[in-house]
């Protein structure tokens, strides 16, 4: 099996509208042959909110890698710093926003349910 090096900085940034921050996949069939997963990066400055989809066939995880913030999960906000995540199930959503200082940087895994 071959190793793959993925540049995340080659990757391109898509601005999302709605002040959802901004977004780059860095694990997808096209870049590395990932079949059954999605990765992203995802940046939230001052007054940027990002909410996670309720998928109903595939898991999330959202792990906070730089930043302060707020993860509202149930209509319940929890403070949240570097090293802080958050799995959600199938049709589970949750929304964070940017809280401190700096911008909040994201990595999001997106892996759909296998079927048996």
Known sequence: MATTYIDTLQCPRVKLAGAQGTVTEIVNRDLCGAKNVVGMLRWLD???????ESLQDAHQLI????????ITLEN?????????GVYLGPRETAGI????????KLF???VPKVRD
């Not at 792990?63 to 707020?70: A, H, I, R, T």
């Open 97 to 104: 926003r940017q809280a401190g200082a700096a911008p909040l």
């Open 108 to 110: 999001h895994l997106v």
């Open 63 to 70: 792990y906070l890698m730089e930043g302060d913030g707020v």
């Open 46 to 52: 001052a007054g940027e909110r990002f909410d996670a």
């Open 76 to 84: 319940e906000d929890y403070e949240v710093s570097r090293g802080a």
